[in-house]
């Protein structure tokens, strides 16, 4: 193959899915942390507790280009427009699933259930986090519940955590 046609290619698929916080300027500053990182694909989660239910994609994608550009990535990620919990969790098909949330409960550290070279979705919620309900639907689809660390995280941080633990999982 030719070199250039694998230039950054990475040999995992690292998809995280997140509620849009009420200031669109956090989930802004996330996206473009995450693409300087190395993501490939952000869904836009519509759940129980979502303050905001609209965004501008147009913007966000922008957003994603410009970190692109600046951080000398080769691939654009994906940006999904706005998605119903309900759907997502239901139409997963990456082999490895987790939701991050706050709520009691069994939960996992991401380096205990995660393989490394394996592609991953991780689910974090909004600002209010998921509810009950949603992490019981999670879980019934194959989702395991994960923490993030003992601090209660913004859901903006969460985000840049669970991407930076994926990308330093995957070069050690």
Known sequence: TDRRELYGRRNFHLHLAVAPTKNIDRIEWMLEKCTEMGIDEITL???????????????????????????????????????????????????HKFIAHCNEGDKKRLDEVYRPGEDVVILIGPEGDFSEEEVVLARHHGFVSVTLGTSRLRTETAGIVACHSIDFMNRV
Do not use: G, W
Not at 49 to 54: G, L, Q, T
Not at 75 to 82: E, G, I, S, V
């Open 45 to 95: 989660l519509h759940a129980a507790h979502s303050e905001r239910k609209v965004v501008k994609e147009e913007r966000l994608e922008k957003v994603i280009v410009a970190a692109m550009k600046q951080s000398l990535k080769a691939y654009l990620p994906r940006l999904n427009p706005m998605t119903d919990f309900r759907q997502l969790v239901t139409s997963c098909r990456e082999p």
